[in-house]
């Protein structure tokens, strides 16, 4: 991607996040596609790809709250999401909020969590609010939840179940670098122990509303939309059916169209593309579909089963 073609506004937090994040760019776009869509973002891989690293440099560069939840078997959902408190000087219960609370907010290997938490969590993901008791609390705007996963790892997870992983925006996979980028990943490492971390920008809050307003106007012709409506209906009817245990639901028509917007507005295009529906249809429709027992044993994933409708659906 041309760094030249991303908003004016949003430049420094592009090069920014480039700087420090060596052999991400695909990473880096699935962040500020997020933030500007309104949707969340869980994160695969294995340990030492710099997934905690990408969501704390996003944090210095906006202006707003973070905070992090290390996410352990042992986590009780008021120690995300907050709890009533008894305050004897006034003989009431005064709530006390949890770091769910935050514009940004890190949960670190949410597959740790119980399924109790991470049922809190994406309820306050979904409606944007928590209720302790009798009172509903309103979460902050903008809120983003980027949650992290490792698949290595087995013992002591609680893997999200297939409704709840419907609740992120994207689903984004990363790979182990090649030679070339783990030499330049050393490289920055090196440099950032011998010299002080560069000046953050800080994208404020009225910037990234306004972004935010413009990359949701970008135009989605109805042609794009009806192509999303075939790649999304290809999974309920066709070949591709046979393979699926359960099809995409309409919410993946909705986070694979504000996606595209929002890619297309990084890109400085005031229009969609099929190439950006392309792209994301992987992050935005695998983990919404469930696979047959037959082509679990066969060995087949959810983004093949993608790839493949890819193929087989013609843009326009």
Known sequence: MDIQTTPAGLRPLWEHLSHGLIGHERLIERLLIALLSGGHILIEGPPGLAKTRAVKWLSEAIEGSFARIQCTPDLMPSDLTGTPVYRPQTATFEFVRGPVFHN?????????????????????????????????????????????????????????????????????????????????????????????????????LQVLAEARRQAMATHLAPELRDYIVRLVMATRDGPARETLAHAVSPRGSLALAASAKARAYLRGRDHALPEDVEALAPDALAHRMVLSWRATAEGLTTREVVARILREVEPL
């Open 104 to 204: 940004l907010v890190l949960v670190d290997e949410v597959n740790r969590a119980p399924p109790k938490v991470q049922s809190a969590l994406l309820e306050a993901m979904a409606e944007h609010q928590v209720t302790a008791g009798n009172e509903t609390h309103p979460l902050p705007d903008p809120f983003l939840v980027v949650a992290t996963q490792n698949p290595i790892e087995q013992d002591g997870t609680f893997p999200l179940p297939e409704a709840q992983l419907d609740r992120f925006l994207l689903y984004v996979v990363l790979t182990l670098p090649d030679a070339e980028t783990e030499r330049r990943i050393l490289d920055l490492v090196e440099a950032e122990g011998a010299s002080p971390a560069p000046q953050s920008p800080q994208l404020t």
